[in-house]
């Protein structure tokens, strides 16, 4: 059944766009191009470059392929007025304020970010993340008191990304203050990102500083019964008394 309706969903997406672009063309030659666009396949060419080049920009997007780009330019450009502009002057505005903050490897308008400009924050507490999202992750879940730092990704010496790929030294530097207490590796329990704790943990071994991470284990609301093998031998590991 869920397979009937994708498929009846995507035929749908494609006659939509199909019309759509049969309507654009109406309105630009007033003739009988109208009837003819209605049977161009969506595998070839529909629009013209500068709507094919936003396609293949958006196809650039983390979890956007080529159908998915096509799709949302589809809808930017059906909504000019009300999505296209406001984006296209928002995307502007990113592009000339918006800085990474040279501290934590954030991104915002100030420098240093407002993150560590906020006084209120624990200062003795770094909180380690691999990328910006999982900052932004732990902000919205308003659990983080202290300061972050992005190294902005893991090892990975098949990918040919080493320690001089990250910023691990700016870490460091950080951590020899005098004022930090404890670093938070805060890394995704991936094999790149454990083994990344580790070399992380090695390198702020001089330093003195407490290095801590997360716990694995058991997630809120999570039933024994679906978990794998490897969390639950984490959790089992990881107990503690209640
Ligand atoms: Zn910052």
Redesign the pocket.
Same mark, same amino acid.
């Given at each position: 059944m869920a397979g009937g309706f994708a498929q009846y969903l995507s035929l749908a997406v494609c006659q939509v766009a199909a019309y759509t672009v049969a309507r654009m063309a109406v309105c630009s030659r007033h003739g009988l191009s109208a009837v003819k666009n209605l049977s161009i396949s969506m595998s070839r060419k529909v629009s013209g470059p500068e709507i094919e080049h936003v396609v293949k920009l958006l196809a650039r997007l983390p979890g956007l392929g080529p159908r998915s780009a096509r799709k949302a330019a589809l809808a930017l450009l059906k909504k000019r007025n009300e999505l296209l502009l406001p984006l296209s002057q928002a995307l502007a505005t990113a592009v000339e304020k918006i800085v990474d *903050? %040279?501290? *934590?490897?954030?991104l915002?308008t100030l420098s %240093? $970010?407002? @993150? $560590?400009?906020d006084p209120r924050r624990d200062q003795s507490l770094i909180v380690v993340v691999e990328e910006i999202g999982d900052l932004w992750a732990l902000e919205r879940a308003s659990v983080i008191k202290g @300061?972050?730092h992005v190294l902005g990704g893991h090892l990975s010496p098949l990918d040919g990304i080493g320690p001089d790929k990250l910023n691990i030294a700016g870490l460091i530097e950080r951590a020899g203050s005098g004022e930090v207490k404890e670093v938070l590796l805060a890394l995704n329990a991936t094999v790149e990102g454990q083994s990344t704790a580790h070399y992380v943990t090695e390198q702020l071994e001089p330093t003195g500083v407490v290095v801590s991470r997360l716990a694995q284990g058991v997630p809120v609301g999570g039933e024994l019964d679906y978990l794998d093998e490897g969390t639950l031998a984490a959790a089992i590991k990881s107990r503690r008394r209640v």
């Open positions: *903050c %040279p501290v *934590c490897g954030n915002d %240093p $970010c407002s @993150l $560590c400009q @300061l972050y």
